[in-house]
């Protein structure tokens, strides 16, 4: 016969920090090793398309910068496909972030609608139990947006404009600015997929 086994309590969670820099870009901290540059340090998607920056800063409730995060992200190239179309940074001590990538085509979603033209933003700092998903869409592309399934189920239009990135020209290429906050006033809208 087996002894019953006493119900085990659940262990306190844990986050992703204080050390993400260390594990997740370690030439950044100085730390040599194997994999030189840091995986996902390299070009985001290769090929045709327009060349663009996508730029961001990331602030905690108070609006302090978070200067410990990582991001990653992960898009399709200019023709709506997935290939190997993901990078990784980290923040800066004012909590910005950049890539240097081309701007992604239209996705076919999986009730077969097209969606707007984004990326996906996957974000880990000290404090953070569970990575945090988002998107970023582009303000230069109204109409898509607008049809966006995903954009689409936030009910409040207002908080639709959190993931909605602003273009500029920085010596002639064109650059998307975001603000992500974690939490208050502002708050960025995050997934749970």
Same mark, same amino acid.
């Given at each position: ?58 602030? @905690? $409730?108070? #609006? +302090?910068?978070?200067? =410990?995060? !990582? ?7 200019? /023709? *709506? ?10 923040? @800066? $001590?004012? #909590? +910005?972030?950049?890539? =240097?990538? !081309? ?7 999986? /009730? *077969? ?13 000290? #404090? ?66």
């Amino acid at each position: 016969m087996l002894n019953r086994l006493p119900p085990l309590k659940e262990s306190p969670s844990q986050t992703a920090g204080p050390y993400v820099h260390i594990g997740m870009t370690p030439s950044l901290e100085g730390i040599g090793g194997p994999n030189q540059p840091d995986l996902g340090s390299g070009p985001i998607v290769a090929g045709d398309g327009p060349r663009i920056t996508i730029a961001a800063t990331i602030h @905690d $409730g108070s #609006g +302090a910068p978070l200067g =410990d995060a !990582v991001v990653e992200l992960w898009q399709a190239d200019s /023709d *709506g496909v997935h290939r190997q179309g993901w990078g990784r940074a980290a923040c @800066d $001590g004012a #909590g +910005a972030f950049a890539f =240097d990538t !081309v701007k992604p085509g239209r996705v076919i979603g999986p /009730d *077969g609608r097209p969606m707007a033209p984004h990326v996906s933003l996957w974000i880990v700092a000290r #404090g953070i139990n569970m990575g945090l998903q988002t998107r970023l869409y582009f303000d230069d592309e109204p109409a898509a947006n607008a049809d966006d399934p995903v954009l689409g189920r936030i009910m409040d239009p207002r908080r639709r404009q959190t993931l909605i990135a602003i273009r500029s020209e920085v010596d002639g290429r064109p650059r998307y600015d975001l603000a992500i906050r974690l939490q208050g006033e502002g708050e960025t809208v995050f997934f749970d997929f």
